[in-house]
């Protein structure tokens, strides 16, 4: 159950990442383009481990060897006043993963 949960806020920090880069477009596309149109990547939030009040940053390799059962809360920040703290490396959002207590 916890490890959908993650996987449905991963999808939604990727998606609402995304929906922000995109620009509406207005253009008719011609069918004779040649041009490569695959989409860019989803850029990926800011993930941060919580852990008895410790809070440190995680690449994407360390969040898959994360123990799925460990995890207590997840927590997406979105708005500015909370993405202040974290600065620039947040600017797709934060993923603030708590760990359960010991």
Do not use: H, W
Not at 10 to 17: K, L, N, P, R
Not at 39 to 51: C, G, Q, R, Y
């Amino acid at each position: 159950m916890k490890s959908l949960l993650v996987a449905a806020f991963t999808i939604c920090a990727c998606a609402y990442g995304y929906a922000q880069q995109v620009e509406p477009q207005n253009e008719v596309i011609s069918t004779q383009n040649t041009e490569d149109t695959t989409a860019s990547p989803v850029p990926e939030p800011l993930f941060i481990l919580s852990e008895g009040g410790i809070k440190k940053e995680l690449s994407t390799d360390e969040l898959g060897k994360l123990n799925i059962t460990q995890i207590a809360s997840v927590e997406l920040v979105f708005d500015s006043e909370s993405l202040k703290e974290y600065g620039d490396k947040g600017r797709n959002g934060v993923m603030i993963i708590s760990l359960v207590d010991d």
